[in-house]
């Protein structure tokens, strides 16, 4: 009966050893919170292009008004010292004109100084965006080829102990496989203990002499009185 019980132990370390490699498989990182950091990223490197294309265009169109602006106001200006108008009214009408294309080319030029500054800053923040969205890329890469790597050795792993599992199970008789199953699925995984020191291995409360005595005769299965697992005595 002591190989049978040495056999339920070795089953019952086993099934300890593939819990723990499902529970590492379970608790691997596997990068979804990091590729969703990158795809808010990419959004706000996306978003930070269209601002620098956006000013890019501002700019060139104020740019261009401006040099309309600028080519009436020398024409309108050309047209006054010429000589050819004499007309005193015309004359004032065309100063008038480029007074006002004057206040537009100085407001134009205001408005492309600051379109200047917001698109080098929109540009330096785009910058930004990219060397960040860079640097997450290659996080959410490294962290996908531990992932993988991790998850093949822990699966390896695992089919190494589910073929030690059906091989330790296959030593035991048809009743004590049972009994060690039942118990397995009533106390959070753990069949069998051994009685160390005069204490049960599971619950870690004194175990009766009278108990241990059977315990290492070992003619039968014998039970904690205080939690009901399995004891195994040690030689």
Same mark, same amino acid.
């Given at each position: 009966?002591? @190989?049978?019980?040495?056999?339920?132990?070795?089953?019952?370390? #086993?099934?300890l050893?593939?819990? =723990? %490699?499902?529970?590492?498989?379970?608790?691997?990182?596997?990068?979804?919170?990091? &590729?969703?950091?990158?795809?808010?990223?990419?959004?706000?490197?996306?978003?930070? +292009? =269209?601002?620098?294309?956006?000013?890019?265009?501002? $700019?060139?169109?104020?740019?261009?008004?401006?040099?309309?602006?600028?080519?009436?106001?020398?024409?309108? @200006?050309?047209?006054?010292?010429?000589?050819?108008?004499?007309?005193?009214?015309?004359l /004032?009408?065309?100063?008038?004109?480029? +007074?006002?294309?004057?206040?537009?080319?100085?407001?134009?030029a205001?408005?492309?100084?600051?379109l200047?500054? =917001?698109?080098?800053?929109?540009?330096?923040?785009?910058?930004?965006?990219?060397?960040?969205?860079? /640097? $997450?890329? @290659?996080q959410?890469?490294?962290?996908?080829? &531990?992932?993988?790597?991790d998850?093949?050795? %822990?699966?390896?792993e695992?089919?190494?102990?589910? /073929?030690?599992?059906?091989q330790? /199970?296959?030593?035991?008789?048809a009743g004590?496989? !049972?009994?060690?199953?039942? $118990?397995?699925? !009533?106390?959070? +995984?753990v069949?069998?203990?051994?009685?160390?020191?005069?204490?049960?291995?599971?619950c870690? #409360?004194?175990?009766?002499?009278?108990? %241990?005595r &059977?315990?290492?005769?070992?003619q039968?299965?014998v039970?904690?009185?205080?939690?009901?697992?399995?004891?195994l005595?040690?030689?």
């Open positions: 009966m002591r @190989e049978q019980l040495l056999a339920s132990y070795e089953l019952q370390q #086993i099934d050893a593939l819990r =723990r %490699l499902q529970r590492e498989l379970s608790q691997l990182d596997d990068g979804s919170a990091l &590729r969703q950091e990158v795809a808010a990223q990419e959004a706000r490197h996306q978003a930070a +292009g =269209r601002q620098v294309h956006e000013l890019d265009q501002d $700019l060139l169109d104020t740019e261009l008004q401006m040099k309309s602006k600028e080519g009436k106001q020398k024409d309108c @200006e050309h047209k006054m010292y010429s000589g050819l108008v004499r007309n005193p009214k015309e /004032a009408d065309m100063q008038q004109e480029v +007074g006002l294309l004057t206040a537009a080319v100085d407001r134009l205001d408005q492309a100084l600051e200047m500054d =917001r698109l080098e800053q929109a540009r330096t923040q785009a910058q930004e965006a990219a060397a960040d969205l860079k /640097a $997450l890329q @290659e959410a890469a490294e962290l996908q080829a &531990r992932y993988q790597s998850s093949a050795r %822990l699966q390896q695992l089919e190494a102990e589910t /073929a030690a599992r059906k330790a /199970a296959g030593l035991l008789n004590l496989l !049972r009994k060690y199953e039942e $118990l397995r699925a !009533r106390k959070g +995984g069949a069998v203990v051994k009685a160390t020191n005069g204490l049960c291995g599971g870690h #409360i004194s175990v009766p002499l009278d108990v %241990l &059977r315990a290492h005769a070992a039968d299965m039970f904690c009185d205080s939690c009901g697992r399995l004891l005595a040690e030689a």
